[in-house]
């Protein structure tokens, strides 16, 4: 058997062409129940017409024909009911006889058994409409041939009954009926096989366009620029996460679409969306957005519109957003990589009157006597050596080569160290109000003391810069951490960082103030990896109730021994 009746078993053979994916499509259902549907209303009507000739014409009908029209109705109830179906039909076996097979025999009894001028012969159009659509050619032709032969059994039944009255004229009737009932097969068969070929397209081109759709998606969602998509009454359709960050507006809560100029920060943006509608074409602006926490921030928009599909969808204007300061950063960072690399020659040229500054003065100070004027010579010679440092450090991190790790013997002691550096920066910067909490239980870091002096002093400077003037605005702390190893904070009560701000804190050439080189939290976090430790920010409460502020902290490697102090 070709085709399965309760379950979707049929083979995977193509249908003209068409393979199984084309073949069980959503229209072929849709036709199937649609002709289960006309058969059940066929057989309705048959039994009213049953009843017409007898309560209405007076023409007593045989009592065959009721249970033949009554049990009609109820095989196609029961078949629209309980049948499953699953085009196509490939052969005459149990799904053609329980929906063609039982139309045929139905109509052909009422044909034989049919009273006055009463004609059935139009009803075997259904059997052959639903055999070229939901069948092969084989059976729609097949089921065809059998409908002509019923009905010439019926002309020849009739010959033999009447004696050859209109006898003729039934089998030219009936020879005409088969004719067009081939015709009515060969066509409702090439516009089925040309419906589920379009589906199939259909299907694929809707597959192909969700596929898009979701590349798009993701694309749009990890773009570094704003997106926002707004339609002609300046209602949001779209906004990736980028734009919320950038308009800092909350947008990701609003629930799509929303109007833009709903939000009082945006209407400018509205406003630029309109004029876009407006002129036909795509504009570029520079937009001052206010934000919920901190100054407006300087954003430039560019707008793009799409064109329309047709004349009854307009296009949309996708607008395109980004943050100057960062699109300021990048471009300085393009520029200065050049310069960063110029910076390491000069930095090779640099080293040989370097070396000769620290020989000429260790040998002036061979010969000089007086301590005021040897002292002056021991500063030079100090001053050259960090000098000298700065130039190794700019070399390492312009040729990116594997940090070295520092021996055990050049460890320090971390509370006692931290100390006496913040002491030192206290004194020279002259800021008061400064808290030291030593708490690493005296633990060897594997560190630099230089390199500890530039980041402590780095950070202090930075946390100087935007603290307040109470006492215990800026904070020192050492402690242990959960896994062990020692952690220094440099704490400051100072404004929350801007998110834009965060990404790119410890990125070479980017600073959130103009004068500023950019380089001094890069050139810690170098320093850091060199020495197996790592740098970060966070926006720290102190204890349970105490005031919120800014900490940078270094986790240094693990301590390796211990010091008594």
């Known amino acids: 058997m070709n085709t399965s009746l309760w379950s979707g078993g049929e083979s995977a053979t193509d249908w003209g062409g068409l393979d199984a994916r084309g073949v069980r499509s959503a229209a072929l259902l849709r036709l199937l129940r649609g002709f289960m549907t006309a058969r059940c209303f066929v057989a309705l009507v048959l039994i009213m017409l049953q009843a017409f000739s007898w309560g209405i014409a007076g023409v007593t009908p045989p009592p065959l024909l009721l249970v033949l029209a009554v049990s009609y109705f109820a095989v196609t109830l029961l078949g629209w009911r309980f049948a499953r179906v699953m085009p196509p039909i490939r052969g005459f076996g149990s799904a053609w006889i329980i ?16 009273l006055g001028n009463i004609n059935y012969a139009p009803l075997f159009a259904l059997p052959v409409l639903m055999a070229a659509v939901l069948g092969s050619v084989t059976v729609g032709l097949g089921t065809t041939a059998i409908a002509t032969l019923l009905l ?26 088969g ?81 833009l100029d709903a939000q009082p920060a945006l209407q400018a943006l509205a406003a630029l969306a309109r004029q876009t509608f407006a002129r ?26 799409t064109p329309s599909i047709d004349q009854r969808i307009d296009g949309l204007c996708v607008m395109f957003l980004q943050d100057l300061r960062e699109l300021e950063a990048r471009i300085r960072t393009e520029k200065l990589a050049a310069m960063g690399r110029m910076s390491a020659a000069v930095a090779h040229e640099i080293r040989n ?48 080569r594997q940090q070295r790790v520092l021996p055990l013997g050049e460890q320090l002691v971390l509370d006692a160290t931290v100390r006496t550096l913040a002491e030192e920066w206290v004194r020279q910067s002259q800021r008061q109000g400064v808290l030291v909490q030593l708490d690493s239980s005296g633990c060897a870091v594997r560190f630099d003391v230089e390199h500890l002096r530039r980041i402590l002093v780095n950070l202090l400077d930075n946390a100087a810069r935007y603290a307040g003037d109470r006492d215990g605005s800026i904070q020192v702390a050492t402690r242990l951490g959960h896994n062990g190893r020692p952690v220094l904070q440099v704490w400051s009560d100072g404004a929350p960082l801007e998110p834009a701000v965060q990404r790119h804190l410890f990125e070479p050439f980017f600073s959130s103030e103009s004068r500023s080189s950019g380089l001094g939290l890069f050139i810690c976090r170098e320093l850091c990896e060199r020495h197996g430790a790592n740098i970060g920010y966070e926006r720290r409460t102190l204890g349970d109730s105490g005031p919120e502020g800014n900490e940078f ?4 490697a693990p301590a390796e021994r211990r010091i008594s102090q």
């Not at 009932?181 to 597959?207: G, M």
């Open 280 to 305: 036909g074409k795509g504009l570029s602006q520079e937009i001052p957005v206010a934000q919920a926490r901190g100054s407006a921030r300087e954003v430039r928009v560019r707008t793009r519109l």
């Open 353 to 400: 009157p370097l070396a000769a500054i620290t020989q000429a003065s260790a040998l002036l100070y061979e010969d000089l006597q007086e301590p005021g004027q040897r002292k002056l010579t021991e500063m030079v010679q100090h001053n050259a050596q960090r000098l000298a440092r700065i130039v190794d450090d700019v070399l390492d991190v312009s040729r990116a």
């Open 99 to 114: 929906t063609i097979g039982v139309d045929l025999l139905a109509f052909a009894l009422l044909q034989m058994l049919q």
């Open 553 to 556: 902290y270094v986790v240094f």
């Open 152 to 177: 010439l059994v019926d002309a020849g039944w009739h010959w033999l009954h009447s004696g050859g009255g209109d006898s003729p004229a039934r089998f030219v009737q009936a020879a005409l009926t």
């Open 179 to 259: 004719t067009g009932l081939f015709v009515v097969a060969l066509l409702a068969h090439e516009l089925a096989l040309r419906l589920a070929r379009e589906e199939t397209i259909a299907l694929r081109s809707r597959s192909t366009a969700r596929l898009h759709a979701l590349v798009n998606d993701l694309v749009i969602e990890t773009l570094s620029e704003g997106v926002l998509v707004i339609d002609a009454r300046g209602l949001v359709h779209a906004a990736n996460p980028a734009a919320a960050e950038i308009l800092g507006q909350e947008l990701a809560r609003l629930p799509l679409p929303f109007a």
